[in-house]
């Protein structure tokens, strides 16, 4: 239906990103800081990115901070540092996007899935130790741990940290969804021993490009990833004492970076605000997320639970009024082509699978208007109700 046809429908259409809208915040204090990395031409390294590095450890509160080229890279950096190797077993949610995983294939380690909490979405500390158990009885070597902040939750890293010092293994927070969200007032970057967040334009912090950031206290580890981060190559270039890669992140994503970290906290509060009202709206009709007490979410996602196999059609209903919606993720990487040969609990992965099923993700940026708003939550409940009736 072309554009014109919805306006002279009158139909109120969402935006499903805050980008343009942002745009028109920050729009020309990005241009000029983009301007003066072209004026200066220092565009691998620049100050910008020392500038940016310091803003996050600053904001997070972690003692180091390596910008990479993105959060995909920041995750491999550090198994790259962290010596993964083939017989290793690795524990990831398989609720996830693919990056979680794909990582630990290319370091040529395996990953071993684990299924997530139903009222977090996140990897469940339960199936995890079982799922140790059934990787030592495969005859892999428990490495590490990469936990999940799916839709913008922080995982349970009190849990997760103790069974992961039980075993004598490590934690990596992926954070790419959940940059400024906090867990007892702390904030993502310092929950884990190592932390990879995503400046992809659509995460909660998001450049013009990709980009990305590792977050740790540990200063061997910190040296490792940015010997990595370049190649594997001592300060003078001369010697590539490991083997590397090229992840460094461009002076001029660290300057649109910059600008947009002061918007960050105002941000995340009206992404806060937004699901407050879809919660007191939509919680009699669906199931909607309730983060814990000491949780505060970053909302990448606001993601409601549609059951009776409605789901589907609810979202094509909201489609034909406007409502952009998205489905994350239909397909868990263990009945993905390229994962679904890895090892699974022996009882699988109910959860994760009854969620993929059952999950709507719902227009959530800091530019909702209120008539936004209200047009997703009228347009929500009378979509259940019709799908109900039929
Ligand atoms: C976006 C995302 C990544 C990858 O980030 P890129 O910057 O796109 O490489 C990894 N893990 C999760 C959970 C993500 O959502």
Partial sequence: MPIATYVSSGLH??????????????????????????????????????????????????????????????????????????GDGIFCPSFTFCATAEVVCRAGAMPVFVDVDEATFNMSPASLESAIGDAKRLGLE????????????????????????????????????SFGARSDGRRVGSLAASSATSFFPSKPLGCYGDGGAIFTDDDDLAQEILLRRVHGQTQDRQNSVRLGMTA????????????????LNQELEERQTVADYYAKELCDICIVPSPAKNIRSAWAQY???????????VADYLKARGIPTAVHYRRPLHRQTAYEMFPTPRGGLPVTDRLSAEVLSLPMHPYLTPSDLQAVTSSVRSAIESCRAT
Avoid at 248 to 263: C, F, G, N, P, Y
């Fill in 142 to 177: 428990p490495t590490g741990i990469i936990a999940v902040d799916l839709f913008g939750v922080p995982a349970d890293y009190t849990s997760i940290n103790e069974i992961a010092r039980k075993n004598g293994i490590w934690v990596l927070a992926d954070a790419a969804q």
């Fill in 13 to 86: 259409m969402v935006p499903f990103s805050g980008l343009q809208a942002q745009r028109k915040v920050l729009g020309p204090r990005i241009e000029s800081a983009i301007q003066r990395v072209v004026d200066h031409g220092q565009f691998i390294l620049g100050p910008e990115v020392a500038r940016l590095e310091a803003s996050l450890a600053e904001y997070t509160g972690a003692r180091h901070v390596v910008t990479c080229s993105s959060g995909t890279d920041a995750l491999s950096l550090v198994l790259m540092s962290k010596g993964v190797k083939p």
């Fill in 248 to 263: 460094r992140l461009d002076s001029i994503q660290a300057a649109v970076l910059l600008e947009k970290l002061t918007l």
């Fill in 303 to 313: 993601t409601v639970r549609i059951g009776g196999h409605s789901r589907d059609q």
